[in-house]
């Protein structure tokens, strides 16, 4: 099995998500930038002052502190303590948008599209400072990401992304104990901390979604993760649950986060509970990969669930695909497979 996932697609979907799945996470701030944006490309400007930006920018942080207090890895900062100050009832409206005005944006403005150490192929936005503005300027490629068909979903996606990172740093857990779960039934990843108090992250659909780039993982079709949406994707096992007992017996977790994928509904259905053909093994090596490259909670997740090294987890999977295959006899392809990868 060979990891080939193209972190650098030059995909504008992908370089978003890019930003968004492997950019740094020395603090929240970048999720928060990346929502205002998305919410103000509706309006059709070709410029975002710096004030226009810092409204939804400061609204999505307190959103988040109220949840969760940590929002940064940095011990004090004068715009999260202002944030605080204004979710007290002690600063003004007018007092958090000018903190979050001189504050909010000083490092996110100029690091959001740095990603491994580099500017991502087609910049979102030109950072203008000069002539007495502050604001960005916005390229043409991020009007055409916004009528992309996967622009539907990234906002959901950068929501998942924070609510993983967000989580993680507030539980304050050795990455090795940390094991992101799989409700079933409510179609939920969620975290035990202490006391085996449960803790909801996100929607398994926003949490994968990203890391297949909005594809179905068998037919590289566009799926859609939106509840309101009818052609809403499907949760896989990509090995069945039918067989969960063989897999037990050799201490393996069948509704980990390593053998989940989303499928077009059509597709899932067609698959049903039979094993996918070895081919897609690789893509689920890969897939998996990409989700350890992306330094956060399912990535130590997949890790526990299926090894340290690259070497164990190809094991690993080799392994509960022969498992699954002794059970079940045959093989199972899609009818529609379109060119792609992931």
Known sequence: MNSNFQINDPSLESQWRAIILFGKNSATYKFAFAKAILGLL?????????????????MNIIEHLKKNDKQGNSNSSTFLNSCRDFIKGSISDEQLLSTTIRYGFTNVVDAFQN??????HNPFYDKDYGNGYKRIVLRDDIFRLKESVQFA???K???ARWNLVETAWNLKMNPNLLEVKHDVLKGELYLESDFM???DITSVREGLNGYQKGKCFYSYQDIFIS???AQICAVDHFLPHINKKFHMNEQANINGVWNLVLTDPKINSSKSSRVPHRKFLDRLYNRNEFYIESKHPLAETIINQTGRTKHERQRFLQKQFNIALRNSILEWEPNVELPGSF
């Open 227 to 229: 509840r309101g949406d």
């Open 153 to 155: 979903n990234l906002d």
């Open 157 to 159: 996606e950068v929501d």
């Open 197 to 199: 108090r449960r803790i």
């Open 42 to 58: 509706e309006a059709n400007k070709t410029a975002l002052t710096l004030e226009e930006l810092a409204v939804p920018f400061s």
């Open 115 to 120: 990603v491994n150490g580099g500017i991502i």
